[in-house]
Every structure is written in structure tokens, then in C-alpha cells.
């Protein structure tokens, strides 16, 4: 079946840093990708939709200059939280759109620790 | 904003007890979607029901669709200790593009 490869599934940084995360569709292409955020025992809350070879859409109240997101291929989009602070600590999922009756496919999600 | 809303919000039963997790939404939707996820895992993909399908099954799961009601529930028959984990609806609703809208999940715990 479709995978979605997401690297890595955990990162420390400091405070000020910015981290990059992966989100790679394995055996498909995928010209739409979103990103979700969660907070534990919440539920996932959409950041933006990766759309590939154009600007990303992002929901109301998300930074976008904060939260950059590049879909430069069809099986590949990034999301690089700049200047992270710790209240930018949080599990991110990436997920792509596998098929009309197959739903979404999810990365395996990262734990990102801002100190 | 979060569209879909699970009730309950937390389930304990025993092996063997059938599970019920409901779910309401507030928009026409194309189709819904439930998922399960493992505790700080990614999320895997269960069902998806189109808006014109009433029901669906896949082996214990069984879900249903009432569009007029807007709500959808997921039936875990013959429960068993690995089926621990939250559950979540979310729903596809065209505006201006696609996008999944996931509900606050249903925390299911079965005992063994």
C-alpha cells in the first residue's frame, strides 16, 4: 500500500534554531500534502495544505513566515519551523491524499522538543 | 477550525465488549474518514464512507453515515487489548480545495 515516509520522528533543538522536517510519499506521487499539529490527547489541527510547484495555503492563524513549507517535487515537502521557541514544541504529521477510496495516507509523525 | 466532534471523548471496556464512538460534523462533506492512532504514532486509515453510502464494514469495524443528521459512528465488534488507541473522524469539505478536518477522538482503552 501507499507509504509516507516522515523524518525524523524526533528532534531536540534550542531555542532560535530552525528544524527542517520530511514528509516523502514512497510509491506514489503526491501533488497535494498537508501538515497537521497536534498537542497531546488533542486532535490534529491543519496547518497548511503543500501543493506541488506552488505556494502553500495555510489556515487562519498559522505564521507562514514562521512555518515554511516547500513542495518542490511530487514526492517530497518540507516543513521548517523557523526561530523555534518552546511553545513551538508539538507533534507534527504530515499526510497525502492516497486515492478517491483509500482516504489519506499519514507520516508516522515527529516529536519536536524546543529547550 | 476543528469540524468533526467524537463522543465520547474517552472509552474503557472490556475484552470482547463491542466499542461505539460517535461523531458529528457541521458541513455537507464529500466523504468521512475514520482513523486510529497508536499513543504519539501517525495516524492509519480505517474506512472512509462517501456522502451517498449509508454504511460500510471492514472485518470488526463497521461504520455509518445519517447525512441528514450529519453524524457518523464507528462499531468495534469483539474488542481486544490492541485495539487501545484514539480514534478520530474527519471529514473532506470542498472549500475553495479539499482539505481533512479531523474531531477532538475518541480515547478507547479495552481491558484485557
Known amino acids: 500500500g501507499a507509504v509516507v515516509s516522515q523524518h525524523p520522528s524526533r528532534v531536540i533543538c534550542k531555542s532560535g534554531t530552525s528544524v527542517k522536517i520530511e514528509c516523502r510519499s514512497l510509491?506514489?506521487?503526491?501533488?497535494?500534502m498537508f501538515w497537521y499539529r497536534q498537542f497531546p490527547k488533542q486532535s490534529l489541527m491543519l496547518m497548511a495544505t503543500?501543493?506541488?510547484?506552488?505556494?502553500?495555503?495555510?489556515e487562519q492563524g498559522v505564521e507562514k513566515d514562521k512555518f515554511l513549507i516547500n513542495h518542490a517535487s511530487l514526492t517530497l515537502s518540507t516543513l521548517t519551523v523557523t526561530s523555534a521557541h518552546p511553545e513551538d514544541s508539538s507533534f507534527y504529521i504530515c499526510?497525502?491524499?492516497?486515492?478517491?477510496?483509500?482516504?489519506?495516507?499519514f507520516g508516522s509523525g515527529t516529536r519536536l522538543t524546543v529547550v | 477550525s476543528q469540524q468533526g466532534e467524537e463522543d465520547p471523548q474517552a472509552l474503557s471496556i472490556q475484552e470482547g465488549e463491542n466499542a461505539t464512538m460517535n461523531c458529528s460534523y457541521k458541513t455537507s462533506i464529500n466523504n468521512l474518514q475514520w482513523y486510529r492512532q497508536n499513543s504519539g504514532r501517525g495516524l492509519v486509515h480505517l474506512i472512509l464512507i462517501r456522502s451517498n453510502e449509508r454504511e460500510k464494514h471492514s472485518g470488526r469495524l463497521r461504520v455509518t453515515l445519517d447525512t441528514s443528521k450529519k453524524s457518523s459512528s464507528l462499531l468495534i465488534t469483539a474488542s481486544r487489548a490492541a485495539d487501545t488507541a484514539s480514534y478520530f473522524c474527519?471529514?473532506?469539505?470542498?472549500?475553495?480545495?479539499?482539505?481533512?478536518?479531523f474531531g477532538a477522538g475518541t480515547r478507547l482503552f479495552v481491558k484485557a
Open positions: 474527519a471529514t473532506d469539505a470542498l472549500t475553495g480545495g479539499f482539505k481533512t478536518i
Open positions: 499526510s497525502a491524499l492516497t486515492g478517491a477510496n483509500y482516504g489519506y495516507t
Open positions: 503543500s501543493n506541488e510547484g506552488s505556494k502553500a495555503t495555510y
Open positions: 510509491d506514489f506521487q503526491a501533488t497535494t
